[in-house]
């Protein structure tokens, strides 16, 4: 069993930086897909980011690219999500997800197959 635990959530101003971590455990990662979702009130959770954990080969939402820049530490079985220049719209919850049957990098929820359980990030002056 797959568990995923988010980490780094926090109040920052805009133009502010935040580091969020996703620690995993219970599974053989070496053909994941590690991702990033976010999900602010009221709204529908949308991709982020991702990366296959064998290459490190990545994807974003146009919305963040540039900003924001995901890895993943095999060795501590980390995913981190580095995000700057935040901006007001950030705001959401975010969410670590893994696709332990394929690699490719997709951005819709209903291909990942584990999920952890949030972490805030308000990004407000």
């Known amino acids: 069993q797959v568990q995923l635990e988010e980490s780094g959530g926090a109040l920052v101003r805009p133009g502010g930086s935040l580091r969020l971590s996703c620690a995993a455990s219970?599974?053989?990662?070496?053909?994941?897909?590690m991702a990033w979702f976010r999900q602010a009130s009221g709204k529908e959770r949308d991709f982020v980011a991702a990366?296959?954990?064998?290459?490190?080969?990545?994807r974003y939402a146009d919305s963040v690219k540039g900003r924001f820049t995901i890895s993943r530490d095999s060795g501590k079985n980390t995913v981190t999500l580095q995000m700057n220049s935040l901006k007001p719209e950030d705001t959401a919850v975010y969410y670590c997800?893994?696709?332990?049957?394929?690699?490719?990098?997709?951005?819709?929820?209903?291909?990942?197959?584990?999920w952890g359980q949030g972490t805030q990030v308000t990004v407000s002056s």
């Open positions: 997800a893994a696709d332990i049957y394929d690699d490719t990098l997709q951005a819709t929820v209903g291909a990942y197959d584990y």
């Open positions: 219970g599974g053989t990662f070496g053909n994941y897909a």
């Open positions: 990366i296959r954990w064998s290459s490190s080969i990545t």
